[in-house]
């Protein structure tokens, strides 16, 4: 079997501050293959995004303590020195940022800074590297490629900018594309160009995907698997359909009740998710979820679950609840106007 192409064993990530020990990632595992989408979903505050960045080596913070692997191709991450990651930054592995307004220098065309990057990995003639950043803008749907490689970060608009910012992602060709909330703040039409782009581009580039969202309705069609994380943990994991059909965790529940189902009747009220994600420096005993979990019984407060397989191949979830138990009172959480006509 062919090892995966990233492979995080353990990860945590802490910070030090005045108040404690802020434990943002605490001790999650998974992988991601070749080719492979695998969505990354939970409220703000999950750790999704600390997660990646720690793949990125991007948090310089003199505060924070790691701890675990990060194998990309075999190679531990962690231990590579920071001119060996400024390598693999761009041509290896890639990432497309929230706020492509402030991740956008402001004062460079952004065919400049499509062209800094390409000449920062390839020896390229003097024209090379405009025409390569031309050519780019132009897969990623931009008009007028031509014309507006000259333009400035704020010429375009909010759509406009995130389609450079996968363009210049892009520009070395990655292995992983690590794309963190692509759709925030965009129109649900320009949602649906963005992550149409993204499915195009993974098929014509081979890349591997990991799209962090808190909606989980944005990797109902574009993600092969799916980890949901809760307070620095993943609490479940599986395939599109494990997720979507047969959810076991009642916080993936709350997620996928507040999205919108055009398949079923029209609810009076979406379902919300009842309190606060929990404090990180001091979390409640037993299992995070329990304060905001109704389905909480004694053994949540004494135990803290554990993520395993539960039900069917690959699917692992981190809850006390038996599998009867939980089919049994998850569609009154997910569609509790379904459970009162049934």
Known sequence: ?????????DLKVSFRTEDGIVRAVDGISFTVDEGEVVGIVGESGSGKSVTMMSVMRLIT???????GEILYKGRNLMQVSRDAMREVRGEEIAMIFQDPMTSLNPVYTVGWQIEEQLNEHY????????????????????????????????????????????????????????????????DVT???QILELIKDLRRDFGSAVVLITHDLG?????????????????????NKEQIFYDPQHPYTWGL??????????KARRLTAIAGQPPSLI?????????????????RCRAEDPQLTVKVGDGHLDACHLSVEDKRARRDATISPELADTA
Do not use: W
């Open 218 to 238: 944005v990797v109902a069609d574009i993600a092969d698997r799916i980890l949901v994380m809760y307070a620095g943990r993943i609490v479940e994991e599986g």
């Open 190 to 192: 320009i949602q649906a």
């Open 1 to 9: 079997m062919a090892e995966p192409l990233l492979e995080v064993r």
């Open 61 to 67: 913070d003199p505060n924070v303590i790691y701890q």
């Open 256 to 265: 996928l009740g507040s999205i919108a189902r055009l398949d079923r009747p």
């Open 282 to 298: 001091n979390r409640p005993k037993g299992c995070s979820f329990r304060p905001r979990c109704p389905q909480a019984f004694d």
């Open 123 to 186: 020896d390229l003639k003097k024209g090379q590297a405009r025409r390569r950043a031309s050519e780019l803008l132009a897969q990623v749907g931009i008009p007028r490629p031509e014309q507006r490689i000259d333009d400035y970060p704020h010429q375009f608009s909010g759509g406009m900018r995130q389609r450079v910012m996968i363009a210049l992602a892009l520009s070395c060709n990655p292995d992983l594309l690590i794309a963190d909330e692509p759709t925030t703040a965009l």
